[in-house]
């Protein structure tokens, strides 16, 4: 009696030890896993420069720079965090000589992607220095290199009402908002590889928001115009120049056009 | 007890590494300050049920295999791509399919609180809580101006930014954010299972009024620091940010929320004993 019933104990003492090692083995190979799978290749090597501010002219087209003298609001403690978290950044205002309208350039580049050095996305960074969010949506900017997928952002700090247009490229993706700028991210992150990034943003201080972004869509097209194509690549990746079949389309007729 | 053993190193090895990283990156920031308490309430209430789930016969369930497959899938993503909300929720998967695999679902239900607890440390994402916690900035920032301009400060407000004489505060997200809120529900959550009222009509009216209970909350907290930089000046009230503004929010929250349950329940019972009186 005794016996049996020490027999019976054992057995399902050792059926239970056999599913709970099953399950502690299984525990230890997802934690391993969780490290081995973590990204650590740099697509770019994070101690270069790439030196935006002389890649981006100060002339091209209709369009030169404006001295700044403190028309650009900026908060200091953005500041210094933003020199930690970017290796470059450059803020430039143009003004279109023709009409004497006014866009602000901003470009901000880190070779590091990772989740916690990610580049900050302007609807977060508007309403964090005391915007208002009016609107934001996703659009398709037509550039004679082909569609950029872009953010509009309409911001206002009280009377001052700025429309905002954005994309990030991350590795050779462009992403905007922070679904995208994460599925970009992890996608680089699976392969064991960590993206770098770009934010390209420009602004203009204009109430009416179509002329504005009409604006600013004719910037940028004039600007990546000026740049030769390896430069171009730096800002819209290769996605748009490469793949699309309007890009290739566009090129054609521009160089029948030429 | 042994058949715990092999689970709880298994969950050690998994989590101790996320908990180490969240003290080091999230935590540290005001809107998940939470986050540490949040998982200690979790755990206490788990190891308290402990001896419970224990006793409870083995009639492991089937869902409990691939649940706990599907967390640690989650698991290995999140940690290993930095997603917190596959890190941090998995958690709450891995948990369940183990007391599922281990007992079945009386086990799970034995656990529900600690679980359903275990949300509250799941950072949502920005664009979620972007979404939500500007109108409930504006609407901070709306009652915390009117309030003070009736009780005739020289307070003026442009947008989610109040001026008061001469000082500007901006309404920073902590201040209103949709965390706080989460965070206050669940201190409210706790408040009443350590209370454990068994009113129904009680823990769901409270568990809806500590919205705005929330809300209230916040606006005292804006006005405090308003009143406090306008006073005392910038040092103040930048003193007070940093050392007890998210102290006074919770001691104004709980408070309120003590003061509702017993105005909550006078009103019950006087409607109970009303009732009474009617029948007889």
Not at chain 1, 109 to 121: F, G, M, V
Not at chain 1, 212 to 240: M, N, W
Not at chain 2, 105 to 120: D, I, M
């Amino acid at each position: 009696m005794t016996m049996q019933s020490l027999s019976f104990r054992n057995l399902s003492f050792r059926n239970l030890s056999f599913r709970n090692l099953s399950l502690l083995a299984l525990m230890f190979i997802a934690a391993a896993l969780a490290i081995v799978l973590k990204p650590t290749h740099f697509e770019v090597d994070p101690s270069s420069q790439k030196g935006y501010e002389k890649i981006i002219p100060n002339k091209f087209g209709d369009w030169i720079t404006e001295e700044n003298e403190g028309s650009l609001v900026v908060n200091p403690q953005q500041e210094e965090q933003l020199k930690g978290l970017y290796s470059e950044v450059v803020a430039k205002i143009y003004v279109q000589a023709s009409s004497g309208r006014k866009i602000m350039l901003s470009i901000a580049y880190s070779a590091d992607q990772r989740h916690e050095n990610q580049i900050h996305k302007p609807e977060v960074c508007y309403p964090a220095q005391g915007f208002e969010l009016l609107g934001i949506k996703k659009d398709l900017m037509q550039t004679r290199f082909g569609n950029i997928p872009v953010m509009r952002v309409q911001t206002r700090q009280g009377r001052r009402v700025e429309p905002v247009t954005y994309w990030i490229r991350v590795g050779d993706k462009l992403a905007r908002g922070a679904i995208e700028q994460n599925l970009a991210r992890v996608q680089f992150g699976l392969r064991g590889r960590i993206p770098d990034g770009l934010l390209f943003r420009v602004s203009s201080i204009e109430d009416d928001t179509v002329a504005a972004y009409q604006l600013q869509d004719q910037f940028v097209d004039d600007l990546i115009g000026s740049l030769d194509p390896v430069d171009r690549s730096q800002f819209i990746g290769d996605t748009v120049s490469s793949n699309s079949a309007t890009t290739i389309l566009s090129g054609v007729t521009r160089a029948l056009k030429d | 007890m042994a058949e715990w053993f092999p689970i709880l190193i298994g969950l050690i090895a998994l989590y101790v590494p996320t908990w180490v990283g969240l003290s080091r990156t999230i935590w540290v920031a005001e809107a998940q300050a939470h986050g540490p308490i949040i998982l200690g309430v979790a755990l206490w209430f788990l190891w308290k049920q402990g001896p419970v789930i224990h006793e409870l016969a083995a009639q492991p369930a089937k869902t409990g295999w691939p649940l706990f497959v599907l967390g640690l899938l989650l698991y290995v993503i999140g940690r290993s791509q930095d997603i917190l909300l596959f890190e941090v929720g998995s958690q709450i998967f891995v948990i369940i399919s183990l007391l599922l695999i281990q007992r079945g679902w009386a086990a799970a239900r034995a656990a529900w609180f600690p679980l359903f607890f275990l949300l509250f440390m799941i950072p949502l994402p920005g664009t979620f809580v972007d979404a939500l916690t500007l109108p409930m900035k504006m609407a901070v920032s709306y009652v915390a101006e009117n309030v003070l301009y009736w009780v005739s400060y020289p307070i003026s407000r442009t947008g989610v930014i109040l001026q008061i004489g001469q000082y500007k505060l901006l309404v920073a997200d902590a201040c209103a954010g949709l965390q706080t809120l989460f965070t206050l529900e669940a201190l409210g959550l706790l408040y009443l299972n350590i209370v454990r009222h068994d009113s129904l009509f009680r823990n769901v009216t409270l568990a809806i009024l500590i919205i705005p209970i929330s809300f209230t909350a916040n606006v005292i907290r804006v006005m405090a620091l308003t009143l406090i930089t306008y006073h005392f000046g910038d040092a103040a009230g930048q003193g007070f940010l940093h050392g007890f503004a998210g102290l006074v929010l919770f001691i104004t929250a709980l408070l309120i929320i003590i003061g509702v349950d017993s105005l909550l329940q006078f009103a019950e019972r006087r409607w109970k004993s009303a009732t009474a009186r009617g029948a007889a």
